[in-house]
């Protein structure tokens, strides 16, 4: 099976600062790779798919990059609503696991 | 408008066995590819099956294999999720989703249940 790992796995920022969650495939998963933002007693909800192509309906300050066995979620500038657990997940073969997690906190 | 549902959730003693349902609607079920994905309490999320849009492939990951099966009524647009065996480890929020792609590569899942639990325990 195919495992991702996320970091940081706790990142503490604030309102309008720029930051980057890392996800690292432990084999190629060419540009097959998701990211999900989940707040408390929620479902996940889909922000990016293979790897940079937002989800409609999403903000632009988020955006997606890399292929291979390194992606990167990036919000540009923190907005209030954007504190919560973001996963990344691989769709190169089954099963179509997810990373670990990394939880954004207010600082 | 794009409705999941689940349901079926609830308490069950190890070794028992407990059927989940995903009701469907304001969509083409028969079109989607359908997951099944759980968050044990406190903990990440797990994939945990899927099922092609007419029900021809199904795949699980290895903790459920020969223990849950994943279905699909495509004429009452419901997804179903056949748990045997289970295990104090099986205790989670149950979550059905759709899953986007093409016929040959899934990209990912845009709409998702709200969830039902699963406790197992004596």
């Known amino acids: 099976d195919i495992q991702l790992t996320q970091s940081p796995s706790f990142l503490s920022a604030s309102v309008g600062d720029r930051v980057t969650i890392t996800c690292r495939a432990s084999q190629g998963i060419s540009s097959y790779l998701a990211w999900y933002q989940q707040k408390p007693g929620k479902a996940p909800k889909l922000l990016i798919y293979v790897a940079s192509t937002l989800q409609s309906g999403v903000p632009s300050r988020f955006s997606g990059s890399g292929s291979g066995t390194e992606f990167t979620l990036t919000i540009s500038s923190l907005q209030p609503e954007d504190f919560a657990t973001y996963y990344c997940q691989q769709l190169n073969s089954y099963p179509h696991t997810f990373g670990q997690g990394t939880k954004l906190e207010i600082k | 408008q794009v409705q999941l549902v689940e349901s079926g959730g609830g308490v069950v003693q190890p070794g028992r066995s407990l059927r989940l349902s995903c009701a469907a609607s304001g969509f083409t079920f028969s079109s989607y590819g359908m997951y099944w994905v759980r968050q044990a309490p406190g903990k990440g999320l797990e994939w945990v099956a899927v099922?092609?849009?007419?029900?021809?492939?199904?795949y699980y990951v290895g903790s459920v294999k020969g223990r849950f099966t994943i279905s699909r009524d495509n004429s009452q647009n419901t997804l179903y999720l056949q748990m045997n065996s289970l295990r104090a480890e099986d205790t989670a929020v149950y979550y059905c989703?759709?899953?986007?792609?093409?016929?040959?590569?899934?990209?990912?899942?845009?709409?998702w249940g709200q969830g039902t639990t699963v406790i197992v325990s004596s």
């Open positions: 989703a759709r899953v986007i792609g093409t016929s040959v590569v899934d990209y990912g899942t845009d709409v």
């Open positions: 099922i092609w849009h007419d029900g021809s492939s199904k």
